[in-house]
């Protein structure tokens, strides 16, 4: 059984460096985009509608990648990294929230990117899209994805024609009510077949949407599935370490009493159902504003942890998953983050998972590399 208590006494020490980027930086993605075996950041910023890319060193120190910051369209807040064309170089699409469009950015394997030839595509999404995620849904080989269609409960499967363009109008699957702001793909039942997660801010549940392979999908037995109050972000891993992939879940704090929001986890039981852990949700010890979720080994101990952003408050809530199975909390305040960004990876190849998050009104980012 885990439990959450408070306590510093399993706290990370982290070394904070802050990055300029572009003006009002927001959601952030980590991958290898140059092809040096070191991990890179990329910012979408919804001030200047511009990607930056931060090349990394593998020691924690990053610089501008050459060539002027490419288009991310408007209004980005969700950015997946993934190969649309079948270059062997990392691509990236965007959700362009207040539209219905997502962006295509094509990488050419040296920390470039530049919109493919039909990029934005209009995925009819109503009243706009929020969250995105991109697997190969249909088993052609070919990057597809999908997006949220929260107006009429549903999300919207658009395939990939492997040139780096998404195939409109989608098809659309029923999901639960209101699925506003995140979804996430991972196989959940173990048969190599990407799956959906949605969380539902109106049904107070998350929908598991289990992947034919053949671009189908149906609900998991007992699918929706109770998050606590308001969800709206999620993170997926294994945070029990039994094999099977959890879900920690962070809700919507304006339609939650004060006091009362907290972080809901759900383990999964290898087959595409989930259950309330025991003790969530765990409450967010001055956090306003719950705004992004992720999870990473902190300690590199192989227990996996959890991290919230705090857009209101300007700190971070760390719940660090101690030997004996418990979760600690832990609040780290930084200066600002407003509604960003947040993402984790190990940075500076120490075995140790790092934190990268956007700081919204000063146009940077900060590093905050585990010691």
């Given at each position: 059984m885990l439990v959450a208590t408070?306590?510093?006494?399993?706290?990370?020490?982290f070394d904070q460096v802050v990055i300029p980027?572009?003006?009002g930086p927001g959601p952030?993605?980590?991958?290898d985009v140059n092809h040096d075996k070191k991990l890179d950041i990329l910012v979408a910023s919804s001030?200047?509608?511009?990607?930056?890319?931060?090349?990394?060193?593998?020691?924690?120190?990053?610089?501008?990648?050459?060539?002027?910051?490419?288009?991310?369209?408007?209004?980005?807040?969700?950015?997946?990294?993934?190969?649309?064309?079948?270059?062997?170089?990392?691509?990236?699409?965007?959700?362009?929230?207040?539209?219905?469009?997502?962006?295509?950015?094509?990488?050419?394997?040296?920390?470039?990117?530049?919109?493919?030839?039909?990029?934005?595509?209009?995925?009819?999404?109503?009243p706009h899209t929020h969250g995105l995620a991109a697997a190969d849904f249909n088993g052609d080989g070919k990057i597809d994805a999908v997006t949220d269609n929260w107006g009429n409960n549903q999300i919207i499967l658009l395939l990939g024609d492997g040139r780096g363009n998404l195939v409109v109008p989608g098809k659309r699957f029923d999901v639960g009510k209101r699925p506003y702001q995140r979804l996430r793909s991972a196989d959940f039942n173990h048969d190599g077949k990407p799956d959906v997660v949605t969380t539902n801010l109106d049904g107070?549940?998350?929908?598991?949407?289990?992947?034919?392979?053949?671009?189908?999908?149906?609900?998991?037995?007992?699918?929706?599935?109770?998050?606590?109050?308001?969800?709206?972000?999620?993170?997926?891993?294994?945070?029990?370490?039994?094999?099977?992939l959890d879900l920690a879940i962070l809700p919507y704090d304006r339609d939650i009493a004060p006091g009362l929001v907290g972080v809901t986890v759900l383990l999964g039981?290898?087959?595409?159902?989930?259950?309330?852990?025991q003790g969530s949700p765990f409450l967010l010890p001055g956090c306003r504003g719950p705004d992004r979720i992720a999870t990473g080994d902190f300690h590199g101990d192989n227990h996996?942890?959890?991290?919230?952003?705090?857009?209101?408050?300007?700190?971070?809530?760390?719940?660090?998953?101690?030997?004996?199975?418990?979760?600690?909390?832990?609040?780290?305040?930084?200066?600002?983050?407003?509604?960003?960004?947040?993402?984790?990876?190990?940075?500076?190849?120490d075995g140790k998972d790092d934190i990268v998050v956007s700081n919204n009104s000063s146009g940077t980012v900060t590093a905050l590399l585990s010691r």
């Open positions: 408070v306590t510093d006494s399993v706290a990370p020490n980027v572009g003006k952030i993605a980590i991958a001030g200047s509608e511009k990607l930056t890319v931060l090349l990394g060193d593998g020691k924690g120190h990053f610089t501008p990648a050459p060539g002027a910051a490419c288009s991310t369209g408007r209004g980005p807040n969700d950015i997946a990294v993934a190969d649309f064309n079948g270059d062997g170089n990392p691509d990236l699409i965007i959700a362009n929230t207040g539209t219905a469009y997502l962006s295509v950015l094509l990488g050419d394997g040296k920390g470039g990117f530049k919109p493919a030839p039909h990029s934005p595509f209009d995925t009819q999404s109503h107070n549940n998350v929908s598991i949407l289990l992947g034919d392979g053949k671009g189908g999908f149906h609900q998991a037995q007992g699918s929706p599935f109770p998050a606590g109050a308001a969800p709206w972000a999620v993170a997926i891993d294994d945070l029990n370490n039994d094999g099977n039981d290898g087959k595409g159902g989930f259950s309330t852990l996996r942890n959890i991290v919230v952003s705090c857009a209101q408050s300007n700190s971070l809530v760390l719940f660090m998953r101690a030997k004996d199975g418990t979760f600690h909390s832990s609040t780290i305040a930084l200066k600002d983050i407003g509604w960003s960004g947040l993402a984790v990876s190990d940075l500076n190849s």
